[in-house]
């Protein structure tokens, strides 16, 4: 197989672009690899054909400057992009195309990654990122919380494969009884209740029968305005595999809030007007050490999870400006950048697609003068 077969990328996505809407996040990542002489097709894994080795996609194609998403039937690509929604992979919609590409020995650009658990004392096991980590437990059963609860008067439990803020409580006891807050309780909306203890037991043991939890103690994050306040830092690989940052966005829960994410309340500032919102209070937010323990955590991720290319990070800032790690996720919204970082986010996509195909390629030609 020769270097100078044209590399396809291939992008997962169960979003339909209309046959015009060649300005978004694709149509940039599209023309870029064709400005690097691939092409980008976006397929949704139902529309496969592993038998045939072939799949139905959408192509952005034109001449003189007006390009259109059209349908095309091609091979399978050189390399994969998965960006299917999280709920569709927490329920297995793409296990038979990582299955395919594993077979086939096709880099997959978003590779599965630890549950938070796993994550957090991975994290916690390389001091060298810089990054402070809560402590956190599996939930096991109640009894869990309650130990956490008693040792650190305030905790969060999440779900383990939880999204968007979705379930995420903040528990608080209070003289035999406890606060449970969430604002974003599944179908139910925002919920605040106090419960008994026993009431409490009855009601997480619910939970508990349905999904697996963790259990985190209260980080002391800042405040703004009464809400805290996180970070989304961005970082991806270029063309040549390394890792370089898109932005750093911060997010500010509703006052009194559980969460920052913005579907569940919170919302974003500009990260100028947050320092010179802090800087007025007398306090210095450290940029740099969120962008350097960010690319270091990503650094030393990539041994382990060499086809890895974008890490969103939710990170924390204390008073004392020690930054402390909440997740992690290989699959950040874009919804957050602006602008510019969603272009430079496109951009970087494609150059690392290319990285990844074509060091498949070179270990193919290899192969084949050996053999």
């Known amino acids: ?6 590399v396809l ?3 997962a996505t169960t979003v339909a672009p209309s046959k015009s809407a060649v300005g978004g996040f694709f149509g940039h990542m599209a023309r870029h690899a064709e400005g690097q002489g691939a092409r980008l097709v976006l397929f949704d894994p139902k529309n496969v054909n592993s038998r045939e080795g072939t799949m139905t996609a959408r192509e952005c194609l034109g001449t003189h400057g007006k390009h259109e998403w059209r349908q095309v039937k091609c091979r399978l690509p050189d390399v994969i992009y998965e960006n299917v929604f999280v709920h569709l ?11 395919l590409a594993r077979a086939r020995g ?6 599965l990654m630890p549950c938070k658990a796993t994550l957090s004392e991975w994290v916690r096991a390389h001091p060298e990122t810089g990054l402070r980590v809560p402590v956190t437990t599996r939930v096991v059963d109640v009894a869990t919380i309650d130990r956490m609860l008693d040792r650190f008067g305030v905790v969060y439990v999440k779900p383990v494969g939880g999204y968007g803020g979705r379930g995420v409580l903040r528990v608080r006891g209070d003289q035999g009884s406890v606060w449970v807050d969430c604002d974003r309780c599944f179908e139910r909306g925002a919920f605040r209740r106090r419960l008994a203890r026993a009431e409490f037991g009855r009601f997480m043991r619910r939970l508990l029968a349905q999904t697996s939890y963790i259990v985190q103690e209260q980080i002391p994050l800042l405040h703004v305005d009464g809400g805290k306040v996180d970070f989304r830092t961005v970082v991806m690989r270029d063309r040549n595999g390394a890792w370089k940052l898109i932005g750093i966005v911060p997010k500010v829960a509703a006052k009194g809030g559980v969460v920052t994410n913005l579907v569940a309340g919170g919302h974003k500032m500009r990260l100028a007007q947050l320092r010179q919102t802090l800087g007025a209070t007398g306090v210095s937010l450290p940029v740099g050490d969120l962008e350097r323990s960010s690319l ?5 991720l990539t ?4 086809t890895l290319g974008v890490i969103g990070y939710d990170l924390g800032v204390d008073a004392k400006g ?6 992690l996720n290989p699959k950040p919204s874009r919804s957050l950048l602006n602008g510019e970082m969603s272009r430079a986010s496109a951009r970087l996509s494609a150059e690392f697609a290319l990285y990844l195909a074509r060091r498949r390629l070179s270990r ?6 050996i053999q």
Request: no cysteine; net charge positive; glycine share 6%.
């Open 1 to 6: 197989m020769s270097l100078s077969r044209t």
């Open 106 to 111: 096709i880099p997959l650009f978003n590779p």
């Open 364 to 369: 193919q030609d290899v192969r084949g003068v």
């Open 322 to 327: 020690n930054i402390w790690y909440i997740e």
């Open 89 to 99: 992979v927490m329920h297995g919609y793409v296990r038979p195309l990582r299955a």
């Open 296 to 300: 270091l955590t990503a650094q030393a």
């Open 9 to 11: 990328i291939g992008v």
């Open 303 to 306: 041994r382990t999870y060499p």
